[in-house]
């Protein structure tokens, strides 16, 4: 069938032009199948408390991937048909009639699809174990993997993306029939005209966004579901505007600057700009709230990661710990812990009173003060000058395990009386073995309360060498009683942290398709418009141009359309994540700068990426 | 009189072994400083070759080109692109004006990429601007403006770096009778005013009854010359006459 020959010919001479595409398609078929082959994972289904987790991020992810997609195979075909338009017309000029162009080209991206497929499956396969490994291993679930092919999760992918292949084989046929031969032939060559700019949307822009920001920061009079709706919805829109009429302004602005203007290739790469942003601020808008979901996620969990370990120090301040105010009992315990080869470097008792009815323990400030000068707990100054110095009031520290705390607390009940807050504080004290919220009050108080509610001793104990306690937790157990609360540094390892090692594990797998997507789209997106510079650089090269001053004004032109989405999304993730820190109670600078250089690393590669192939473009080598 | 450009026995070959045909066959030719000099021929007799060759867009296959004495085919790329932003100056038949600068941007780009004082560069403009009747449309783009008007931009453009030499390639080849004239008295402003030489390739007896000096071409070879002692009108008028006795018809070559 000649036809048929033709897209196979076509096809073997286009390979290297498809690079990025392939690779683009195969990365996301692997990533969609593992995502889904982990919800069919007999192994992890069976670990009960996290097969939900699992469930509820697979789907996630493989609606982002189908997402993706839908985006990435929308602007590759559009680069596609601009990278290869002459040749389509010269088809068109032999009398080769429209029909049979369109099924040629729309075969050919169909073949490179389902090779794609064929390839992402294959691969997908191959690291399904080393993905399930990593997971495992970020889960901290201590079990073997084994090799497993999921046969629905196959035939998830496989449906799935023959229908998007489909639909888009019918679109880019659709699109070539559609075509002239005069508009094939004379492709790239319209005029274009300087876009207008809105003043007015362009200033709204700045407002808007800026409203937005106000009501994130002030998440706290608005209610948090509220503020995060709508300065979501406002975040988009501002950014949309800025992109639209923001960014073309300040641009024209620079045009009309004639100092920076007729600096060396200042002159091209703006000028281009100037026309070009208007045309193209769609996908810098949604590249920046890409950015932005991408930064925040990452920051999100990698904030959590850093969160836990702060928290860790405040779940398991000490290395033993348990209830008891028999002496025998607890020189019983020595004397297992010195069997042990182990010295112990802190011995901290309290007393503490508890009340079943309100969940809470009670301390006087004086134990208080003894045990955050025992722990060592950074600023307790400031909070210990306040315990000092309470009346009526009293100071709330939160249960450990809390991450964090939506609302802000006025008062608080213990049995049938109700305290005022004066502070609300975040510190280590009884850790996990004691999970209660603890309510510190003076000690002329404390002694009232005493008569109404049973006082008991809290030990802890912290040793020289908290790692491999294994053994002892056991023979521990074994001599204190089921109310004595006993918890070892060892227990805290098994709880909680697995999971957010899941956790962990997925977001940062998600960001790092994400920065694919990212990367891709804008990559497709400005490759595109290379094509409509070709004329330019080719006049610029006549009237004496070098080759160096081309290099440097593709690379400001490029950088420029890549640095202005990352400068937004990068601000917005600063104003969303000080509110995630405002939320947890804790400064998230570091983990935030890490997510932010990581994605900025990522991001650059493709950035290097497109420069390249721009300057290949232009300059007639691709 | 002082020579701009110089060239010996100059040779341009095109196809590759066994086939080859020269479509410059040693030409030699001096260019004297505040000439007008006009390139005519039939097609594929070689005019476009040699103009790119002059102007250092092409490499000749052998033989020498002096510009001012310096032998510009010593030259490395990226010193030929300076060279040839600073000392030869562009006039295209089809305008290449860059769309989406302003006509100021157009006309100041060569001396913005030399990282020329942004005072001098806006002093050129205004000047040239007002030179060339474009003053009313420096804020404009290309897109706004008719073709006659582009291609006085495109001359603009091409003398602001006050170059050695012009090079017109068909410069009223995509212009209508109207604004041919008018371009072509404005080249000739130039070159009688601010003492430019121009070199300017051209089918049209018309465009090439303003030069003062007419080579002919053929096969690659220079075929005669033609230089003008009297006015407009009666250089036109042997300009035609040559054409017709050089073969190939008037026919052809209007």
New interface residues.
């Given amino acids: 069938m000649y036809s048929f020959k033709l897209t196979i010919m076509n096809f073997r001479r286009n390979l290297k032009a498809y690079g990025l595409y392939l690779m683009a398609m195969v990365f996301s078929v692997a990533t969609y199948y593992n995502f889904t082959s982990m919800r069919y994972n007999p192994q992890f289904l069976e670990v009960k408390n996290i097969s939900m987790y699992i469930e509820s991020t697979s789907m996630t992810a493989s609606i982002l991937m189908i997402l993706f997609l839908v985006f990435f195979i929308m602007y590759s075909s559009n680069f596609f048909l601009n990278y290869r338009k002459k040749e389509i017309g010269l088809y068109g000029l032999m009398g080769v009639d429209n029909y049979k162009v369109a099924f040629i080209f729309a075969l050919e991206g169909l073949l490179l699809g389902i090779m794609s497929l064929l390839i992402g499956l294959f691969l997908g396969l191959l690291f399904s174990k080393l993905f399930l490994m990593l997971l495992a291993r970020a889960a901290l679930l201590n079990m073997r993997i084994d090799f497993f092919i999921s046969k629905k999760a196959i035939l998830e992918t496989i449906i799935a993306y023959s229908i998007i292949l489909f639909i888009s084989f019918l679109k880019g046929y659709l699109e070539i029939i559609r075509t002239n031969l005069i508009d094939l032939m004379n492709t790239l060559r319209k005029a274009e005209e300087l876009p207008k700019v809105n003043y007015l949307k362009g200033f709204a822009s700045l407002v808007t966004i800026g409203i937005a920001y106000y009501i994130a920061v002030n998440y706290g009079s608005y209610g948090f579901a509220v503020a995060l709706f709508w300065s979501v919805i406002l975040v988009i829109l501002g950014t949309y505007w800025l992109f639209g009429s923001f960014m073309p302004m300040l641009v024209r602005l620079l045009v009309n600057r004639k100092k920076i203007q007729y600096r060396g290739t200042n002159i091209i790469s703006i000028s281009n700009i100037a026309f070009r942003i208007k045309d193209n601020y769609r996908t810098f808008a949604a590249v920046a709230v890409l950015i932005t979901v991408c930064i925040t996620s990452f920051g999100t969990v990698s904030s959590l990661k850093y969160f836990l370990a702060e928290n860790h120090r405040i779940e398991v301040p000490y290395t033993i710990s348990f209830i008891s105010s028999e002496q025998e009992e607890i020189e019983r315990v020595e004397e297992i812990i010195a069997d042990s080869n182990r010295s112990i470097e802190l011995r901290q008792q309290a007393d503490f009173l508890i009340v079943p009815q309100s969940g809470v323990v009670v301390v006087n400030s004086s134990t208080f003060e003894s045990l955050l000068t025992a722990l060592n707990v950074r600023d307790r100054g400031k909070i210990l000058a306040r315990a000092g110095q309470l009346e009526d009031g009293v100071i709330y520290v939160e249960r450990p395990g809390v991450l964090m705390d939506l609302v802000e607390r006025k008062e608080v009940e213990v049995g049938d009386k109700v305290y005022e807050i004066k502070l609300q504080a975040k510190v280590p004290l009884f850790g996990n073995g004691l999970p209660y919220t603890a309510i510190v009050v003076n000690d002329r108080e404390y002694e009232a309360l005493r008569l109404k509610y049973e006082e008991k001793q809290f030990n802890g104990i912290i040793l020289d060498n908290p790692e491999g306690i294994r053994d002892l937790t056991f023979r521990l157990a074994e001599v204190l009683t089921e109310e004595s609360g006993l918890y070892t540094y060892f227990m805290a390892g098994a709880m909680m942290y697995d999971l957010v090692g899941i956790v962990y594990f997925l977001g940062a797998f998600l960001f790092l398709v994400f920065v694919f997507a990212t990367g891709s789209i804008i990559y497709f997106k400005i490759l595109t418009e290379s094509f409509r510079d070709r004329a330019k650089f080719e006049i610029l090269k006549k009237i004496g141009t070098t080759e160096q001053e081309i290099h440097q004004s593709v690379s400001k032109q490029v950088g420029l359309f890549f640095a202005l989405p990352l400068v937004a999304g990068i601000i917005h993730s600063l104003v969303a994540i000080s509110v995630l820190s405002d939320l947890m109670n804790y400064s998230l600078i570091r983990p935030v700068i890490i997510s932010i250089v990581v994605f900025i690393i990522a991001y650059g590669l493709f950035y290097i990426f497109t420069r390249r192939k721009f300057v290949d473009v232009v300059v007639m080598k691709g | 009189m002082e020579i701009v450009l110089e060239t010996e026995n100059l040779r341009k070959e095109y196809g590759s072994r066994g086939m080859v045909f020269p479509a410059i066959d040693g030409i030699d030719l001096q260019v004297y400083k505040g000439e007008f000099l006009g390139i005519m021929g039939p097609s594929g007799a070689g005019k476009t070759t040699l103009l790119n060759i002059l102007s250092t867009?092409d490499r000749p296959t052998s033989g020498k080109i002096y510009f001012e004495g310096r032998d510009i085919l010593n030259m490395k790329?990226?010193e030929l692109?300076?060279?040839?932003?600073?000392n030869?100056g562009?006039i295209?038949q089809d305008f290449?004006?860059?769309?989406?600068?302003?006509v100021e941007?157009n006309i100041?780009?060569?001396?913005?990429?030399s990282?020329?004082n942004?005072k001098e560069?806006?002093e050129k403009v205004e000047v040239l601007g007002n030179f060339f009747g474009l003053k009313e449309h420096l804020k404009k783009?290309?897109?706004q403006l008719s073709g006659g008007q582009k291609q006085r931009v495109a001359a603009a453009?091409a003398i602001i770096t006050s170059p050695s030499i012009v090079f017109a390639d068909e410069p009223t080849g995509a212009l209508d009778s109207k604004s041919s004239q008018e371009l072509l008295q404005c080249l000739l402003k130039m070159n009688e005013e601010l003492n430019t030489t121009i070199i300017m390739v051209t089918h049209d007896a018309f465009a090439a009854s303003y030069c003062k000096r007419i080579l002919f071409l053929k096969d690659g070879k220079i075929h005669a010359r033609l230089d003008r002692d009297s006015d407009r009108k009666e250089f036109f008028r042997r300009i035609i006459d040559f054409v017709g006795t050089m073969g190939g018809g008037v026919g052809v070559l209007l």
């Fill in positions: 867009i790329n990226r692109s300076i060279f040839r932003r600073e030869i562009f295209f290449n004006l860059l769309d989406n600068m302003s941007d100041a780009l060569p001396l913005a990429l990282n020329v942004v560069i806006r783009y290309p897109y453009r």
